[in-house]
């Protein structure tokens, strides 16, 4: 899979140029260095030989295979050398000119022009606007990248060519050695997906990363991640979290960046790590490159100084990881061969004269204990602290461990010594103890995600013709909002549960429908034109008889005229009032590019206030659907306080479940509101009370979703 780019038989680097300040130039130039063993050939009409290599006026003058093209010439021409490349046979370019889709409408048609000849002839296209890639094993470096790691185990993609330049800067500093690196650049057509799906078979890969800016089809990566998880971390920086980096990143490669709640759902539904920074990152990766699987959460400390292990121990609990409880064996065998003063408890103190071999009988120890999952050593540079020789010991201990082994040699000129042998030789070394706990946390979270069961979506059997003929009407009358009226029909069909209601069209018709639900009713202005009721006065709760109906049904016909004079009012809606129950809110945004995002938070001002609400992308597992009913804030409201029954949390699920169904049945629903869900205690259900949903627009309408909900994402 994509072998055409990284394992070629030979690689035409089409407008190579002699100049070394050129593009064309530097490519070839790494091309060569990479120690590539396939044929090279430079293209350029006005060269005989660069570098020592024969040129050619075109791809199309190669007597020999040619596999991947390179495509480095200004953005008129690229078209036409690409033609001669599917003639050719070549079945993969890299097309490193810019001047595409991020340049504005013109571009964008360029991008279509290239993309239309390279299925034409069934190539493969990175890029275009990009840097390059590289292949440490095979090896081979089409990019102009300063220079390449050495052969790793860590594959790095990143849709912007310039962070991509300085994250192998980084990597180079650092010791880190990657297996591959791609440009991913505008992403014409191949994109993360395409390299998840290929990294994931690939034997020298054991994590991924991933710099994002949008995706293209954010179901599919759902897919592509979830699949590559089982086997391999993803690990994944998504720019464009606020409205201003969002702006940003469509100016920069044309991409949608799209909600980021969608982003954060999606990346923790199919198991991606989202890392905050690139150096969050490699803090991640070189812990899962190079350690075997932390398979539990219990931790033991070993260092020689009080405090930074008592900020180790308190970042613990930041990534739902637990100070491990030494065995009283382990405890009696430190105390025998540790001074007195030590701490033999976790965390394990050896004292700040701590020679190497303190260190390593501490380490064997707790490393013997059944109840230590992982170990982290800690060490501050002191006057007789043995900086280069304990580094060496933990090498020493790593390399025979079932558990996984991180360090933090603290300090900087001192300890840098001791922290760069830590690196070179598979021991990720971390400043500071925090950094090193969240990559033990990032460990433990992805070994709880694959003991996980495959992703099973549940289904109901609903009354979907139903729907499908409502939407029918309502758009053949050329609406596109439903109210609550009709969006009872739409609940009932997919087995929600509502209240008992109907719709008068007179004072008298009103009475009648109030009688036979029962006082006290709820009454609510009927119209597709008020979708937000509460704006206009439009309900009036707690309707006793039927004096107070018929005044009622008169007030909301009057308050709807006059905030909206040409209204068409079908009557009012007389409810059955719900009592006892607790308010949430369950709702579902579509987002361009993972589809139908659901939401889920307690009403009034645990959303309004406290923006205590949560994503996920539709379909879910029941499972999923139960996470996300526990990670609101204000969950212990449901399970009960202070006397309060709980509330019937498996009504709730059952809800998003069958909301989630819904709109993932029905692609054309853009928005939807159930608001509020009443939720009644234990065993006695949920009611829909009020339901708005809007098709997808084909004339602007007022949106019905809350402002709040647009401030939590």
């Known amino acids: 899979m994509l072998e ?22 530097q490519v070839l130039a790494n091309l060569i260095r990479s120690g590539y063993k396939g044929g090279i050939y430079p293209i350029n009409p006005k060269a005989e030989e660069i570098l020592g290599y024969k040129c050619y006026r075109s791809v199309l003058e190669i007597p020999d295979v040619v596999d991947l093209v390179v495509i480095v010439v200004p953005t008129q021409a690229v078209a036409a050398v690409l033609e001669e ?21 013109e571009g964008r048609a360029r991008e ?25 094993w095979t090896p081979i470096d089409t990019s102009f990248a300063v220079e390449a790691t050495g052969p790793g185990t860590i594959a790095f993609c990143s849709q912007s060519g310039a962070l991509g330049t300085a994250v192998l800067d980084y990597a180079l500093a650092g010791d880190i050695n990657l297996s591959n690196f791609v440009s991913l650049g505008n992403k014409a057509d191949v994109d993360e997906v395409d390299l998840l799906n290929a990294w994931r078979e690939d034997e020298h890969t054991r994590v991924i990363l991933a710099y994002i800016e949008g995706l293209k089809d954010g179901p599919a990566f759902m897919k592509a991640a979830r699949e590559t998880v089982r086997v391999k971390p993803v690990i994944a920086v998504k720019s464009g979290r606020t409205a201003s980096g969002s702006k940003a ?30 150096q969050e990152l490699f803090d991640y990766a070189i812990a899962f490159a190079s350690q075997p699987t932390l398979k539990g959460n219990r931790i033991a400390i070993v260092t020689n100084a009080g405090g930074p292990g008592v900020m ?26 540790l001074p007195a003063a030590a701490n033999i408890h976790n965390p394990v103190d050896v004292l700040g004269d701590a020679p190497r071999s303190r260190y390593v009988f501490a380490l064997d120890l707790v490393l013997k204990d059944p109840d230590v999952d ?21 090498i020493e201990v790593s390399t025979n461990a079932s558990q996984p082994i991180l360090a933090c040699w603290m300090g900087g000129k001192v300890s840098s010594a001791g922290a760069e042998l830590l690196a070179k030789n598979g021991v990720p070394n971390y400043p500071f103890p925090e950094r090193a706990v969240a990559a033990l946390g990032a460990m433990y979270q992805y070994y709880v995600y694959q003991q996980q069961p ?28 439903i109210g609550d009226a009709e969006a009872q029909d739409i609940l009932k069909a997919y087995g929600i549960t509502t209240p008992k209601s109907a719709v008068g069209a007179t004072p008298e018709e009103a009475v009648a429908i109030c009688r036979e639900i029962g006082y006290p009713v709820v009454m609510k202005i009927a119209s597709p034109d008020i979708l937000h009721k509460s704006d206009v006065g439009g ?44 308010e949430i809110i369950i709702g579902m945004n579509r987002d361009p590019q993972f589809g139908p995002l659901m939401m889920f938070g307690l009403g009034g001002i645990y959303v309004e206030v406290l923006k205590d609400v949560v994503f996920r992308v539709a379909p879910m597992s029941r499972r999923q659907a139960e996470e996300m009913v526990s990670s609101i804030r204000s969950y212990k409201l449901l399970t009960g306080v202070r006397g309060q029954p709980p509330a019937d949390i498996h009504a709730v699920v059952e809800t998003i479940l069958r909301v989630a169904q819904l709109v993932t049945d029905f692609p054309e629903i853009a928005e939807l509101d159930i608001n509020p869900l009443l939720v009644r205690e234990e065993g006695r259900g949920a009611v829909a009370v009020d339901m708005r949903l809007i098709l997808k627009q084909t004339v602007p309408v007022e949106s019905i979703l809350v402002e709040e909900r647009s401030s939590a994402q």
């Open 112 to 136: 279509a022009q290239i993309l239309e000849i390279a299925r034409r002839y069934g190539m493969r296209i990175i890029g275009p606007n990009c840097l390059g890639l590289i292949n440490t």
């Open 85 to 105: 490349a599917g003639q050719k046979g070549a079945k993969g370019a890299v097309i490193i000119t810019a001047g595409f889709r991020e340049a504005g409408p």
């Open 539 to 582: 309900i009036i709760v707690g309707v006793k008889s039927d004096e107070e109906a018929r005044a009622a049904f008169d007030t909301l016909i009057q308050r709807a005229l006059a905030h909206k004079p040409g209204a068409t009012i079908w009557g009012v809606q007389v409810q059955e009032m719900v009592t006892n129950a607790r």
């Open 454 to 481: 495959p992703l099973e979506i549940e289904t109901f059997d609903v009354d979907r013709a139903s729907v499908a003929a409502l939407f029918e009407r309502i758009r053949q009358e050329g609406r596109n909002t």
């Open 4 to 25: 055409m780019f990284f394992n070629p038989r030979g690689v035409a680097v089409i407008g190579a140029s002699e100049s070394p300040n050129k593009i064309g130039h």
């Open 312 to 337: 180790a121990t308190d970042a613990l609990e930041d990534y739902h990881l637990t100070l491990a409880k030494l065995r009283p064996e382990t405890e009696q065998a430190l105390a025998a061969g």
């Open 249 to 278: 990143v469509s100016s920069h490669t044309g991409s949608l960046a799209g909600s980021d709640a969608a982003y954060d759902a999606a990346f923790m539904q199919a198991g991606v790590f989202r890392a905050r920074s690139v």
């Open 374 to 394: 992982g170990v982290l050593v800690i060490l501050t540079p002191q006057s007789n602290t043995e900086v280069v020789p304990t580094a060496e010991a933990v």
